[in-house]
T-cell receptor, first 107, second 120 residues
Framework: DIQMTQSPSSLSASVGDRVTITCRASQGISKYLAWFQQKPGKAPKSLIYATSNLQSGVPSNFSGSGSGTEFTLTISSLQPDDLATYYC?????????FGGGTKVEMK | QVQLVESGGGVVQPGGSLRLSCVVSGFNFSTYGMFWARQAPGKGLEWVAFIHYDGGRKYYADSVKGRFTISRDNSKNTLYLQMNSLRVEDMAVYYCAKSGGWDLWRFDIWGQGTMITVSS
């Protein structure tokens, strides 16, 4: 199975800060990387697919980049509504696997 | 809009059984593969099972293989997960999710989840 490693596991940032989350795959997954946002007590919500494609309705302050084994999710200007845990998921190879999550908290 | 609504969760003793259902609306259910995933309390996301659009092929995580069965009824827009021989480590919120179409292994839209508690 492909292992997905996210870093950091948690971070604390202020409103307006630029936030970057990294996701590394144990082997190449081309562009087949998705990002999800999960707020406390809620289901995950798809943010980005194919590394950099925003889902409909996702604010433009979210962006994704990368290829191969290293990927990033960037929030260009953190908003209070962005407080959540973020997960990456590779879908290049069966079985699909998730990163361990990055919890974003407000400083 | 797209909706996935799980039901069937509850409290069960170790060794017991439960059947989860997921009723979907807002998209052509019969043309999409579907997932079950779970999240143990305070933990991350784990893929559990996948079924092709026509039910012809099914895949399971090693942790549930031989104990869980995924199925679907396209006439009822409903996905199922039959869980037998439940263990304490199966305790989690269970989510159904629509796959990403051509991106077979991509999780797309998730239901709200249903909690399974395994306890004596």
């Amino acid at each position: 199975d492909i292992q997905m490693t996210q870093s950091p596991s948690s971070l604390s940032a202020s409103v307006g800060d630029r936030v970057t989350i990294t996701c590394r795959a144990s082997q190449g997954i081309s562009k087949y990387l998705a990002w999800f946002q999960q707020k406390p007590g809620k289901a995950p919500k798809s943010l980005i697919y194919a590394t950099s494609n925003l889902q409909s309705g996702v604010p433009s302050n979210f962006s994704g980049s990368g290829s191969g084994t290293e990927f990033t999710l960037t929030i260009s200007s953190l908003q209070p509504d962005d407080l959540a845990t973020y997960y990456c998921q590779q879908y290049n190879t069966f079985p699909p696997t998730f990163g361990g999550g990055t919890k974003v908290e407000m400083k | 809009q797209v909706q996935l609504v799980e039901s069937g969760g509850g409290v069960v003793q170790p060794g017991g059984s439960l059947r989860l259902s997921c009723v979907v609306s807002g998209f052509n259910f019969s043309t999409y593969g579907m997932f079950w995933a779970r999240q143990a309390p305070g933990k991350g996301l784990e893929w559990v099972a996948f079924i092709h659009y026509d039910g012809g092929r099914k895949y399971y995580a090693d942790s549930v293989k031989g104990r869980f069965t995924i199925s679907r009824d396209n006439s009822k827009n409903t996905l199922y997960l039959q869980m037998n021989s439940l263990r304490v480590e199966d305790m989690a919120v269970y989510y159904c999710a629509k796959s990403g179409g051509w991106d077979l292994w991509r999780f797309d839209i998730w239901g709200q989840g249903t909690m399974i508690t395994v306890s004596s």
